[in-house]
C-alpha cells in the first residue's frame, strides 16, 4: 500500500494531470484514468515478487502457530537434512517466481498501454 499511495501522490502533481484537469475532465475520471492507469504499474511488478514470499512467511507463521503445513514441513526437512524435499521446495520456490512474475508481466501490458507485447 506504500508503494501505491507514493506513486499515486508523486502522479497527482505530474504536467499531464494538470493538463487534464484544465481541459475540463471529471475529478472521477482524472484519478482513474490518468493517475491509477500510471501509479499501477510498479505495484504490479513487485507483486511478482511477492508470491514467491508467501512460501517462506509461511514458515514463520506455522512454526509460531505450530500449525502444520508446507512451511512447518520444508523447516523440519532442513533441520533432517531430507535433500529429496529441501530440493522440492526449492524447484516449488523458483516455480512460484516464474509464475509471478509472468502474470506480472501480463498484468502490466494489459494495464499499461505503453506496454505491449509485439510479435517481432
Known amino acids: ?10 502522479y497527482i502533481r505530474a504536467d499531464f494531470v494538470t493538463t487534464a ?5 471529471a475529478e472521477g475520471r482524472v484519478m482513474f484514468v490518468h493517475v491509477l492507469r500510471n501509479a499501477i504499474n510498479p ?3 513487485a507483486s511478482g ?3 514467491a514470499t508467501l512460501l517462506s512467511g ?12 508446507l512451511g512447518q ?3 523440519e526437512a532442513l533441520m533432517r537434512q531430507d535433500e529429496f524435499v529441501v530440493v522440492a ?13 509472468l502474470l506480472a508481466d501480463l498484468l502490466l501490458a494489459w494495464s499499461d498501454p505503453r506496454i505491449r507485447l509485439d510479435k517481432n
Do not use: H, Q, T
Open 73 to 75: 514441513l520444508i523447516f
Open 58 to 69: 509461511s514458515i514463520l507463521v506455522e512454526n509460531v502457530l505450530n500449525y502444520p503445513g
Open 89 to 101: 521446495a526449492v524447484l516449488m520456490g523458483c516455480l512460484m517466481l516464474m509464475l509471478g512474475n
Open 49 to 51: 515478487f511477492i508470491l
Open 21 to 25: 484537469r484544465a481541459k475540463g475532465v
Open 43 to 45: 505495484l504490479v511488478s
Open 1 to 10: 500500500m506504500r508503494i501505491m499511495r507514493a506513486n499515486f501522490l508523486d
